[in-house]
Antibody, heavy 113, light 112 residues
């Protein structure tokens, strides 16, 4: 059974940083591209970033480019999202996904003073 | 960016009756490999989106056959042949032809 378990969310002040992790199991992690998607009540679902199987290719939404970094550790079956210079508008539930089929339960990030 | 437009934004359906949701993309989702990169999801309350249909018309594993997807190019439809109480939630279309992947606004389906 595919499992994706996100962690690392929490409350952070504007300008602060967080690192999200996603522990993957139930599939051969190193063979799949991985993705982060976020969701807010106001803006719905928003694709954030994707990374290819090896970690050599990364893609970012314009809204996070230059502030967020996606990475992966294929030896640990873990996906990461380093989030810097956080803004109030980054407040969201962040999902890790082996898209299109498998999504984690999400981790909540709140950016507020 | 490819814009995804869903209609209607809400739908109230009597159990056992059919329902359909439209999704239009601002450019064709047909890729040179012959696949159409359009997906349909259902998000139930408190849960992540669950995949219903991939590549416009293929039902994902375990999805009941009352769900079907159709369409090509820029116009797509999700059909429920007979709505059941467990089908309530938010339905989204998504394109992943090219980054940024984009989603429709969502269609809220409720039972009358």
């Amino acid at each position: 059974e595919v499992q994706l378990v996100e962690s690392g969310g929490g409350l952070v002040q504007p300008g602060g940083s967080l690192r999200l992790s996603c522990a993957a199991s139930g599939f051969t992690f190193k063979n799949y591209a991985m993705t982060w998607v976020r969701q807010t009540p106001g803006k719905g679902l928003e694709w954030v970033s994707s990374i290819d199987e090896s970690g050599g290719l990364t893609y970012y939404a314009d809204s996070v480019k230059g502030r967020f970094t996606i990475s992966r550790d294929n030896s640990e079956n873990t996906l990461y999202l380093q989030m810097n210079s956080l803004r109030a508008e980054d407040t969201a539930l962040y999902y890790c996904a082996n898209a299109p089929a498998y999504w984690g339960q999400g981790t909540l990030v709140t950016v507020s003073s | 960016d490819i814009v995804m437009t869903q209609t209607p934004l809400s739908l109230s359906v009597t159990p056992g009756q059919p329902a359909s949701i439209s999704c239009k993309s601002s450019q064709s989702l047909l890729y040179s490999d012959g696949k159409t990169y359009l997906y349909w999801y259902l998000q139930k309350a408190g849960q992540p989106p669950q995949l219903l249909i991939y590549e416009a018309s293929n039902r994902f594993s375990g999805v009941p056959d009352r769900f079907s997807g159709s369409g090509s190019g820029t116009d797509f439809t999700l059909k429920l042949s007979r709505v059941e109480a467990e089908d309530v939630g938010l339905y989204y279309c998504m394109q992943r032809l090219q980054p940024p992947w984009t989603f429709g606004q969502g269609t809220k389906v409720e039972i009358k």
